[in-house]
Nanobody, 125 residues
Framework: QVQLVESGGGLVQPGESLRLSCVAS????????MRWYRQAPGKQRDLVAS???????DYADSVKERSFVFRDNSKLTVYLQMNNLQPEDTAVYSC???????????????????WGQGTLVTVSS
């Protein structure tokens, strides 16, 4: 019904930047809070950043000074700009969203928490 697809990951050197994107598709009535998580090898998944439908943001302390999360509601897309990347930022980055689906009449249907498949970011020299 609803999908999230991330892109923008890859291999970068320490100090470089990346912009991750996550686009939603499907029978969507509205999207509320969107989040970026990351999971490094052998570690738990951690919340990196979040943004509400009105643009309020929150960040993990580890990325706060060098990251920026923003969204384009007309494109159903959330972005994560990360600067000055370091090896400890290496992880699979996944997008998450609180979505209300749309029924066949165009009305709000049900709530879903949706996850993307993730995109790998590797920071290495």
């Amino acid at each position: 019904q609803v999908q999230l697809v991330e892109s923008g990951g890859g291999l970068v050197q320490p100090g470089e930047s990346l912009r991750l994107s996550c686009v939603a598709s499907g029978s969507i009535f509205s999207i509320h809070t969107m989040r970026w998580y990351r999971q490094a090898p052998g570690k738990q998944r951690d919340l990196v950043a979040s943004i509400t439908s009105t643009g309020s943001t929150d960040y993990a302390d580890s990325v706060k000074e060098r990251s920026f999360v923003f969204r384009d509601n007309s494109k159903l897309t959330v972005y994560l700009q990360m600067n000055n990347l370091q090896p400890e930022d290496t992880a699979v980055y996944s997008c998450n969203a609180d979505v209300y689906t749309m029924d066949l009449s165009g009305s709000r249907d049900r709530y879903l928490e949706v996850w993307g498949q993730g995109t790998l970011v590797t920071v290495s020299s």
